[in-house]
């Protein structure tokens, strides 16, 4: 969570986060970052920022940079603090922009998932999956009918 400010510098902001997780930034691969709306207007959080990159490579390498620089500094996940903010250091959060319809069936499927004792959910090119265990084929999830079905075996 990045607190918004009067006419900050989103792209700075952007060339921190890369230069915190070691992954180089040409800046032309940067199509846009701007900050996005609520779908809950609570005044205590600050909008997103969304960043828009040329490739889903580029967008792939910069999330599995993250991914790393959490694993090697477990106590302290990627913060605010990491990039130079002051103040308070809440966590940053970087995932794959989601549309509010696939948000709300991940929020099902979690909810899904811990009721049925599934292990993993997650998504990936707004793509829902699950798996039951290490074990288990993933399933796709394409709506909630599939709970349905799920419920049901």
């Not at 794959?96 to 599934?118: G, I, Q, V």
């Amino acid at each position: 969570m990045v607190r918004e400010k009067r006419n900050e510098n989103l792209l700075h902001l952007i060339q921190k986060l890369h230069d915190t997780v070691n992954v180089s930034l040409d800046m032309n691969c940067i199509c846009s970052v701007r900050r996005i709306a609520k779908i809950n207007s609570k005044p205590d959080r600050p909008r997103n920022i969304l960043l828009t990159l040329q490739t889903e490579r580029q967008r792939d390498i910069l999330l599995s940079a993250v991914k790393r620089y959490n694993k090697t500094n477990r106590p302290n996940h990627l913060n605010s603090t990491c990039l130079g903010i002051e103040g308070e250091s809440p966590a940053i959060y970087v995932t794959e922009h989601l549309s509010s319809t696939t948000k709300k069936l991940y929020a099902e499927a979690k909810k899904f998932a811990k009721d049925n004792l599934y292990k993993y959910v997650w998504v990936k090119y707004e793509r829902m999956c699950m798996r039951k265990n290490d074990n288990e084929s993933v399933l796709l999830i394409r709506d909630l009918s599939n709970f349905e079905k799920l419920e049901v075996k």
